[in-house]
């Protein structure tokens, strides 16, 4: 039998076998990194403050998480419990996009969550019963499983990327700069492509689009990956 990974906190003990009794759970660890997180941002979080909102030391937390990589594993999978997953309807891509929007809904209530998504995904405990129920409801869908998976990680890594911009895409101001200058762009004949695609989105056919982008989007790419 293999031996676990050791640098997978989840395969290590909840604490470390030498000294005094288990005064924490890495489950109250981990809930009150998650309250500093998303009430001052992800470069609060150090093993020291969270050992403060504990009561205890910073040395006292090393019994039971190593590092503050292993904290942030621990916070990124946490989120995961937070979802109310779908059962299969039958209909997938239906399905998929109900997960996308749960997940974009999580993420939103912890702003520090898509860039670490992004850079350090995590699969814990609650991140596996996410990609069991995934699969489960692309169970008939005749895609390798390999490509079930890649769905499930583009998901994720999409909504993050989304959510991570949508402050930015908000802004008027923004928006309004970006526009500015490529209508420039394009008057000045040196982008044809590009003034051929801000003619074709102001034409009459373009009309109003009341579809939220995010939907759009994820549903795209569902159906260029499982078609």
Not at 118 to 135: F, K, N, S, Y
Not at 150 to 172: G, I, K, R, S
Not at 198 to 225: C, E, M, Q, S, Y
Request: glycine residues 6%; charged residues 25%.
């Amino acid at each position: 039998m293999a031996e676990p990974d050791e640098t997978v906190i989840w395969l290590r003990p909840e604490r470390a076998a030498a000294g005094r009794p288990a005064e924490r759970s890495r489950a109250e660890i981990t809930a009150a990194a998650l309250d500093l997180a998303d009430r001052e941002g992800l470069d609060a979080v150090s093993m020291r403050r969270v050992a403060a909102l504990l009561g205890t030391g910073a040395a006292s937390l090393y019994r039971y998480i190593a590092t503050r990589d292993d904290l942030l594993d621990l916070m990124t999978d946490a989120t995961g419990a937070e979802y109310d997953l779908p059962r299969p309807t039958g209909d997938w891509r239906a399905d998929l996009l109900a997960v996308a929007r749960q997940t974009r809904q999580i993420m939103r209530r912890h702003p520090w969550l898509p860039p670490l998504v992004i850079t350090r995904p995590a699969l814990g405990p609650h991140a596996a019963d996410v990609l069991e129920r995934v699969l489960e409801l692309l169970a008939d869908h005749p895609a390798p499983a390999a490509r079930k998976l890649e769905a499930f990680a583009l998901l994720n890594a999409m909504t993050a990327l989304f959510v991570q911009n949508e402050p930015a895409a908000a802004t008027p101001s923004a928006a309004a700069r970006r526009t500015a200058y490529l209508r420039h762009v394009s008057a000045a004949g040196t982008h044809p492509r590009i003034a051929a695609a801000l003619a074709d989105l102001a034409g009459p056919a373009a009309g109003p689009d009341d579809t939220d982008p995010f939907d759009g989007a994820i549903t795209r790419v569902l159906n260029g990956l499982l078609g």
